[in-house]
T-cell receptor
């Protein structure tokens, strides 16, 4: 079965620090990759997605992610975090036309100190 | 309304009660999902519907019973739940299976 792992359970950064959250998945075929964010008290929102093409994907709020197929990774990055980025971040993997494999990682909680 | 809506937002029920959660999507999507979000556990996919047909039941206990009467509505019928079923239940939809999911705000369920 497909699985998704996220390297860090909780990351604490100061404002303006750079961020990289790790995500690895286990499936060897063609996948769709996502990062979702859940701000405190709010519902899950799509941050960015990768289906095909350029492996460097840009999302909302200055986030980007790089798909490295050889490493089965899809790490999320932001050069300079803000206090408002405090949230939980989830990596997810799916297969086209295969809803039962829309699998989420356990999440990484990001706390940004002002 | 736009997006994915869920009602009720909060629900407290006893173990012998029967209740239902409702989800409605206003996006014209073909697939709908139920997820369970518990503290300190990954999001668990419970049920998947595509064009109103159930695609997957990930070994969910029978005390959870989904219903998808049309492509815009999804229900989760609850019966004789256990306290460990207390969680946030999220509904999502996508244009096609495996594509970008849009999530609803969830129903916070507490089973006493």
């Amino acid at each position: 079965a497909q699985s998704v792992s996220q390297h860090n359970h909780h990351v604490i950064l100061s404002e303006a620090a750079s961020l990289e959250l790790g995500c690895n998945y286990s499936y060897g075929g063609t996948v769709n990759l996502f990062w979702y964010v859940q701000y405190p008290g709010q519902h899950l929102q799509l941050l960015l997605k990768y289906f095909s093409g350029d492996p460097l994907v840009k999302g909302i709020k200055g986030f980007e992610a790089e798909f490295i197929k050889s490493k089965f990774s899809f790490n999320l990055r932001k050069p300079s975090v803000q206090w408002s980025d405090t949230a939980e971040y989830f990596c997810a993997v799916s297969l086209d036309n295969y809803g039962q494999n829309f699998v989420f990682g356990p999440g990484t909680r990001l706390s940004v100190l002002p | 309304e736009t997006g994915v809506t869920q009602t009720p937002r909060h629900l407290v029920m006893g173990m012998t009660n029967k209740k239902s959660l409702k989800c409605e999507q206003h996006l014209g999507h073909n697939a709908m999902y139920w997820y369970k979000q518990s503290a300190k556990k990954p999001l668990e996919l419970m049920f998947v519907y595509s064009l109103e047909e159930r695609v997957e039941n990930n070994s969910v206990p029978s005390r959870f019973s989904p219903e998808c009467p049309n492509s815009s509505h999804l229900f989760l019928h609850l019966h004789t739940l256990q306290p460990e079923d207390s969680a946030l239940y999220l509904c999502a939809s996508s244009q096609d299976l495996g594509r970008t999911c849009t999530f609803g705000p969830g129903t916070r369920l507490t089973v006493l």
